[in-house]
């Protein structure tokens, strides 16, 4: 309904009308088994990350402003010269500091591999994380630089889930590489893709309920408190190691 002081209606209305109707693609939102064949064929076939770091270079305030973001304050991450006093030799960056860095690295896909990369194979499903993970190889220092490539590694199918029946776990691996070509760190993480409407199917449902703590098998059941979550630092950038 347009307002009754908009002085030309007829022309936004026939605007209005005139905007084609997008149309989707074949299968759009549907998981099908076409789809997951697809998928399975690009294991291990690298692919160039889209966007570009926040960071090329590890620097001092970069290091600083990271960790006193979320409220580090490690001088082995702040203090150059409490670095030199260290096993290190000098500042290394936070452990979760590779988020913010990594030059894409472009594969040049062979004109087969371009082909089969082409666009999503579960296009129109959500893609929700539920995994990730690092294994770190090599501490960043001041004036690293990375690269970064990624690949998926892992294509399993759920036939029943209690958050939208049939679903598949994708995982894929991010590689990083410094000035070197020394592997610093290796990053994995798993989404789980899902028709969208069977997901929001099962919500509006309502969530299964669960045993109570202490009842025949059941588990203790509460919300976590995220704020008492923090990540085991690797080896390296424990206090003890400092």
Not at 30 to 48: M, P, S, W, Y
Not at 58 to 85: I, Q, S
Request: aromatic share 10%.
């Amino acid at each position: 309904m347009l307002p009754a002081a908009f002085p030309f209606p007829g022309i936004l209305e026939s605007l209005v009308s005139a905007e084609p109707e997008k149309q989707l693609p074949p299968g759009y939102g549907v998981l099908t088994d076409e789809g997951i064949a697809r998928l399975r064929e690009r294991l291990g076939v690298f692919h160039k990350l889209p966007t570009t770091p926040h960071n090329y270079e590890v620097t001092w305030d970069g290091t600083r402003h990271f960790a006193m973001g979320h409220g580090d304050d490690n001088p082995l991450w702040c203090d150059p010269e409490y670095g030199k006093t260290s096993v290190w030799d000098g500042l290394i960056a936070p452990p979760l500091f590779f988020y913010t860095m990594g030059e894409p690295v472009d594969p040049k896909h062979t004109p087969e591999q371009k082909a089969l990369m082409k666009g999503d194979p579960l296009i129109g499903l959500g893609a929700y994380q539920a995994v990730m993970e690092w294994e770190w190889w090599k501490p960043l220092r001041l004036r690293d630089r990375l690269k970064v490539q990624k690949t998926n590694i892992g294509v399993s199918v759920k036939e029943k889930s209690a958050f939208s029946g049939r679903t598949v776990h994708e995982t894929r691996a991010f590689y990083y590489k410094n000035q070197d070509n020394d592997l610093c760190a290796v990053q994995r993480g798993t989404w789980i893709r899902a028709e969208r409407h069977k997901s929001a199917e099962k919500k509006k449902g309502g969530r299964p309920q669960r045993s109570a703590p202490g009842s025949a098998g059941g588990k203790p059941v509460g919300h976590h408190d995220l704020t008492r979550q923090r990540h085991r630092a690797p080896a390296h950038a424990r206090p003890e190691a400092r």
